[in-house]
């Protein structure tokens, strides 16, 4: 896919766990997530205007002003130092029921093995993945998220509102909520509750 630098655009992204893997069912795991987002907004001087985190999929708003910064290479930071903690959460507690799909991928049967409570994860799978490295650069077997992601240059205050609207929906049209108010992790909260608990989003200056 093509990725278009624009300056003065927003960026709605779009990524997706590997197999679609509920990896964020854990609350643990969206903690770190919402790490990563923070200490790559410091770093590179992100706005981020909005979020969700959905158990298999993370949608967010993303605004840089740097023309020498890609999309692509704010993604590789926040994607790649994602997993290299979350797999390391894993290899350092012993965790291994961590929630996965309900039956495996046939391709995925090397990632996979049985315990006595379900699937878990494998040790090969749980190796630290450096920060700033995606996995598939690498050529690793085990990878967290799908190599690519989903990126579209917001290019009016019309279809900001839209693509905002669009991921504080998204609890409820995957059917995980009746009432939006109630998800943890999206920026509806800091919206419409004035919640800055979870994660403190930036405005958009009128």
């Known amino acids: 896919?093509?990725?278009?630098?624009?300056?003065?655009?927003?960026?709605?992204?779009?990524?997706?766990?590997?197999?679609?893997?509920?990896?964020?069912?854990?609350?643990?795991?969206?903690?770190?997530?919402?790490?990563?987002?923070?200490?790559?907004?410091?770093k590179y001087g992100l706005k981020i205007y909005g979020y969700v985190i959905l158990p298999d999929h993370v949608h967010c708003l993303i605004y840089?002003?740097?023309?020498?910064?890609?999309?692509?290479?704010i993604m590789q930071g926040i994607k790649g130092a994602a997993a290299r903690r979350i797999i390391d959460l894993y290899a350092s507690s012993?965790?291994?029921?961590?929630?996965?799909?309900?039956?495996?991928?046939?391709?995925?049967?090397?990632?996979?093995r049985s315990t006595r409570r379900g699937m878990g994860l494998t040790e090969q799978m749980l190796r630290a993945i450096p920060r700033d490295q995606t996995p598939h650069k690498r050529n690793l077997q085990y990878r967290l998220w799908q190599s690519k992601f989903y990126d579209f240059n917001v290019y009016s205050d019309k279809k900001f509102q839209e693509k905002l609207d669009y991921i504080h929906k998204n609890p409820y049209k995957h059917g995980i909520v009746k009432d939006l108010s109630e998800y943890k992790y999206s920026s509806l909260r800091n919206y419409e509750l004035n919640d800055q608990s979870i994660f403190q989003i930036d405005y958009r200056e009128n």
Do not use: W
Not at 24 to 37: A, N, V, W
Not at 94 to 112: F, I, K, N, T
């Open 1 to 42: 896919m093509i990725r278009i630098n624009q300056p003065g655009d927003i960026h709605f992204v779009t990524f997706v766990t590997n197999i679609r893997r509920p990896i964020f069912k854990d609350e643990d795991c969206c903690k770190i997530l919402l790490e990563e987002f923070d200490f790559y907004r410091q």
């Open 64 to 73: 840089f002003e740097d023309e020498k910064l890609t999309i692509s290479k």
């Open 94 to 112: 012993g965790r291994q029921e961590h929630l996965l799909l309900s039956q495996a991928d046939p391709g995925a049967e090397p990632m996979l």
